[in-house]
């Protein structure tokens, strides 16, 4: 009898964490629909994309609008021009185009000195979105390459590829979580970090639960004391890389931070 009843109390805490998981809404990303160029798109088309990407829904400004956080993009950076004026220079042999393209799609291999990688998760972005990227940002100061068989061809790899989305772990360890999605990148904890953002030390100590579960699907919201220069630094499509249940593992062990 007795085991009979550990066991109902174990079935029942469980079906409540996971009613509780389950419940918790998904943020929608903010990266604008689709993209419906074709191998006849104009420069001037890609550029235009690539502008609206960048200054709204794409969140490059996240990073890139603040020069401490990101290399600037836009304007000189240490004296070697815009993006567009340097970018055939940072890797030799490697053309502008190439560049740029692979700092889209692997942003942690080039990381320039004085900068921590950044948490840009191009798979929520279409190959179409990524070439309009690279082709407004060649147009900083350069000449764009990127040409509609760009365009085709990516459309083409995304038409055979598996659905992109989803969490970037099925880990349910929190800080593997947090590592994977690179939270680490701007918050500290216990010593492992970028201290852009607030501390995840002691969190629990200064906001419950509720209040770190909205941060996190809505970063825009709200902005921790302290921080209020950061509001609307954090990448508003986290969430999105995110399951419900590993969502309300993280914010547990956040709110556990302290005391």
């Known amino acids: 009898m007795t085991n009979l009843k550990v066991l109902g109390v174990v079935l029942g805490t469980l079906a409540v964490y996971t009613w509780v998981a389950n419940s918790i809404p998904q ?4 990266v604008p629909e689709e993209l419906s160029f074709g191998a006849d ?11 609206e990407l960048f200054n709204g829904g794409g969140g490059c400004l996240v990073c890139h609008g603040l020069p401490t956080r990101a290399p600037n ?6 004296g070697e021009g815009t993006i567009g004026q340097r970018c055939a220079t940072r890797v030799p042999g490697e053309d502008c185009k190439t560049y740029i393209y692979e700092s889209l799609t692997e942003p942690t291999a080039y990381v320039l000195d004085g900068f921590d990688p950044m948490v840009f998760q191009a798979r929520v972005f279409s190959g179409a979105q990524i070439w309009a990227l690279v082709a407004f940002l060649q147009d900083q100061g350069g000449t764009v390459t990127v040409t509609g068989a760009d365009v085709a061809a990516a459309a083409e790899a995304d038409a055979a590829a598996p659905a992109a989305g989803g969490p970037l772990t099925a880990s349910m360890d929190p800080l593997e979580i947090m590592r994977a999605n690179l939270c680490l990148g701007c918050h500290v904890l216990d010593g492992e970090g970028v201290a852009t953002g607030p501390p ?3 969190m629990g100590d200064r906001i419950d639960a509720d209040r770190i579960r909205r941060s996190i699907l809505d970063p ?7 921080f209020e220069d950061q509001l609307g630094t954090m990448t508003p ?8 249940r590993q969502l309300e593992v ?3 062990f956040l709110a556990g931070q302290g005391g």
């Open 200 to 202: 995840f030390d002691g």
């Open 41 to 51: 798109v104009t420069e001037a088309e890609l550029v235009a994309a690539g502008q």
């Open 27 to 30: 943020l929608e990303s903010v």
């Open 250 to 252: 993280v914010v547990q």
């Open 73 to 78: 993009l836009l304007t000189d950076q240490g």
């Open 220 to 226: 825009g919201a709200e902005a921790a004391e302290g």
């Open 237 to 244: 499509t986290i969430a999105d890389l995110l399951s419900a």
